[in-house]
């Protein structure tokens, strides 16, 4: 018997031995990078563990919670939201959070994510009550920053900071949509027309100035064109003035005599009279000329015999 009780008390102690070690076991926690124990003694708090091993007394110490540090997303569902023109929409938000102090997280609130998604809702309500339908739509940032700020200070308390707030979707009534389609298209035809307007305008006025410009140049070309020509004939009356005053000089120069002078005459004379003018002035000097010139003719026209038939002319001596 002595043996059996010595064997059977080994055997306990082995087991009791087996037990502790693995009581020892699953009380040495290993805390991960980015979380935190909240760990309880006795029932009350006792602290907060974070990254690495540590020993928790049996039957005395327990985790009360295992909180993650990393920033969480919550995809709240859509809420009804009634703006200040009384049109009801639905909006659903997106909220980037994170948690900042593992005691307050566990201590603060029950349950804190639906205590998150019901301030969130209300506080929309909240700020789109004074909002009519057109700035709710055009005011997301200013939406987002004043739920922000609004969450974020509600949720200091319990150890979680909000670090961005984002409208998803806003979905006004189907009516509204369409009344707002339709708003849409008529804006659209109208900068449509507007456009087209203002292009028919530009190109009427490209159009004119072209024209304006092309008048300008034909006009200014014959300017110049009767410019050139007034030119060229001042130059040609200057070069015939100066030929025919390098004539005279030349011939003041050779020192004429009076027959001379009345040939030159004779022949100014020839030159007018080849004109277009009716009338014609004939000097005196020129008329005695053209009779002296005359009188030769006849008289080398004349027959030789009737020369000779004529009597002698008397001389000036028989006269008296």
């Known amino acids: 018997m002595s043996i059996l009780q010595s064997v059977g008390a080994y055997f306990i102690w082995i087991v009791l031995a087996l037990i502790v070690l693995i009581i020892l076991a699953k009380n040495i926690i290993i805390v991960q990078q980015s979380k935190a124990y909240v760990i309880e003694r006795l029932g ?9 091993i ?6 005395i110490e327990r985790v009360l919670k295992v909180v993650s540090l990393k920033e969480q997303v919550a995809d709240f569902p859509p809420q009804p939201v009634i703006t200040k023109d009384n049109v ?3 909006i659903d938000t997106v909220l980037y959070f994170q948690i900042t102090d593992p005691k307050l997280y566990a201590y603060g609130v029950e349950h804190p994510m639906s205590a998150i998604e019901n301030l969130s809702a209300t506080t929309l309500r909240n700020i789109i009550g004074d909002l009519e339908l057109d700035q709710s ?8 920053t004043k739920m922000r700020i609004i969450l974020d200070e509600a949720t200091d308390p319990w150890g979680i900071k909000v670090n961005r707030v984002e409208l998803k979707n806003i979905l006004p009534p189907r009516e509204i949509q369409n009344a707002m389609e339709k708003q ?3 804006e659209r035809e109208r900068r449509e027309s507007i456009l087209r307007a203002e292009g028919e305008k530009a190109s009427q006025i490209l159009v004119a100035e072209g024209e304006r410009q092309s008048v300008i140049l034909r006009a200014d070309a014959a300017k110049q064109a009767k410019i050139m020509e007034a030119e060229g004939q001042a130059e040609a009356i200057l070069k015939v003035q100066q030929a025919l005053a390098e004539s ?4 003041n ?7 001379v002078i009345k040939i030159k005459a004779l022949e100014a004379f020839q030159a007018a009279a080849n004109g277009k003018s009716t ?4 000097p005196s000097e020129i008329q005695g000329l053209a009779g002296l010139c005359a009188s030769a003719k006849a008289f080398f026209d004349e027959d030789p015999e009737q020369k000779s038939k004529k009597p002698a002319a008397p001389a000036e001596g028989n006269k008296g």
């Open 44 to 52: 009350a708090f006792h602290s907060v563990w974070g990254v690495g």
């Open 54 to 59: 540590h020993f928790k007394i049996p039957f």
């Open 88 to 90: 009801t929409m639905q």
């Open 137 to 144: 739509l055009t005011s997301r940032d200013i939406i987002n």
């Open 184 to 186: 849409m298209k008529a």
């Open 248 to 251: 005279l000089k030349l011939l």
């Open 253 to 259: 120069n050779a020192n004429p005599n009076e027959q």
């Open 279 to 282: 009338k014609i002035i004939i």
